[in-house]
């Protein structure tokens, strides 16, 4: 059986130079023979416990070790001996050492085996890791107290950490999750594809949003799904490459989602059968309407020598009554039919849509001396009638609602200053005050009565609807008495646009 001392026994001079190269190393290293008994001690080593080397030689290497334990290191060492390796000490488990002053500390140890004449000797290399493990326990309780669900993974998928909002929101306890494949929490159907996709992230590891464009799904241990978002982390560390991933359960958005679909789906069909409706009930109503007209007219021309002034008054106002619900009648038809009787979208040059609108108003334009001109107008894509019912009434309006001068109107093209381009139809008319900006473009909203200026207030609302189906907008900016500019955009062709 070596002793302790008998390492020197060789030559002085070895010795002196091995403790010379061992004192260089800035690791702490102890040597021990095989009984467990310190033979040598470095310099890092006799900082890092608190020990003069001479306390330390010759007594067993136990003493380094906390109480706690010490009582199992006689059997492991006595393994250790018979089937003498080099590893590290302690695998899978912490290990501390004791100092003098009895304060414990967390250490790695690497343990190599060597033979000698007198027998094996093991020489132990001891690093504290009290900062590692200081910065970890922080890491740890970051992740810990983090909000949302947070898994590491290794290269293998192996889930090495979890914290308490996994536990949560997978069902399952931390336990059962560490040391498993990641496929745990990932419902089958996706199992096939996920390491591979696994492995082109560690190929190229950058913090991202996993599953661009894909639905992603976590499987709880109820066997109940829960759509995800995730985020992940490449995580570099001296033991390898891993994954943080922080997952958000995102059923409540989900959710809101889907109500909100169902209810714009509920919204837009019971608008569909609202203009259905408009559409057979306007249809429905003229064919009794103009049997009345009928009618009545009959009465007035067939029975003219047999009725009194009364009777004369009352059917000319029935006569202007059933005018004026023909009129509603036609235009409440004509916007039901802008959703229900739509035509498909074609390259439509405006500015031959402007002329044809002008020339049909060319009665009310000689009558009121108007001048209407047009900027050069492009191509657009949409619906040529519902175009040229929308220019037609605009520029009625502007006709009708004329002040006392002559009307001069202009359609100038503008840019917006995204570089869209927008129409603009500029007036020299009565002018609307701020407060009705939006009301006029309302269906049966008027500024004016039947008796000053006849109409049902449809005209704009049809606009609206026109230019809207087109996707575009429209508004007015206008002052009493100032005349008004009417706004709308459409969809110019993309040849149109420089
Ligand atoms: P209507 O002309 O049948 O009343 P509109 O929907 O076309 O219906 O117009 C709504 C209201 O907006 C009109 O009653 C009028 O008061 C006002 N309005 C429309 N165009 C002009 C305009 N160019 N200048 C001044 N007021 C206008």
Known sequence: MPKPDSIRSDSIKTVEQLTAIVNSVPTAIIVIDRRGSIVLVNRQAERLFGYSGSELLGEMVDVLIPFTFRAGHPALRKRFMENPTTRPMGAGRDLYGLRKDGNEFPVEIGLNPISTEEGTFVVSAIVD??????????FRATIESAPVAMVMIDQTGTMLLVNAETERLFGYARLELLGQKIEALIPQRFHADHPGMRAHFFTVPEARRMGAGRDLFGRRKDG?????????????????????AAIVDISERKQAEADLRQSNEALERS????????????????????????????????????????????????????????????????????????????????????????????????????????????????????????LLNLIGNGIKYRGDQAPVMHLALKRDPGGNSVFMLEDNGLGISKKYYQQIFEPFKRLHTQKEY?????????????????????????EPGRGSRFYFTLPVTAEETK
């Open 454 to 478: 006849p109409g049902t207030g449809v005209g704009l609302a049809v606009c609206r609807r026109v230019v809207q189906r087109h996707g575009g907008k429209i508004w007015v900016e206008s």
């Open 129 to 138: 890791i009290t900062d590692r493990k200081r910065l970890e326990t922080r």
């Open 271 to 390: 608008n569909i059968e609202l203009q259905r409706f408009a559409y057979v009930a306007s249809n429905d109503l003229q064919t009794p309407m103009r049997n009345i007209a009928s009618f009545v007219n009959l009465l007035q021309t067939t029975y003219a020598d047999r009725l009194d002034t009364q009777g004369k008054d009352w059917i000319r106002r029935t006569v202007e009554s059933i005018n004026a619900l023909q009129t509603l009648v036609k235009d409440l038809l004509n916007y039901s039919r802008i959703d229900s009787q739509q035509h498909a979208f074609e390259r439509v040059a405006l500015e031959e849509v402007f002329t044809h609108a002008v020339s049909l108003l060319q009665s009310q334009i000689e009558e009121s001396g108007a001048r209407i001109t047009c900027d050069r107008l492009p191509v657009v894509n949409g619906d040529r009638s519902q175009l040229a019912q929308l």
């Open 224 to 244: 109940t799904e829960i759509p995800l978002e995730i985020g992940l982390n490449p995580m570099r560390t001296d033991e390898g490459q891993f994954v943080l």
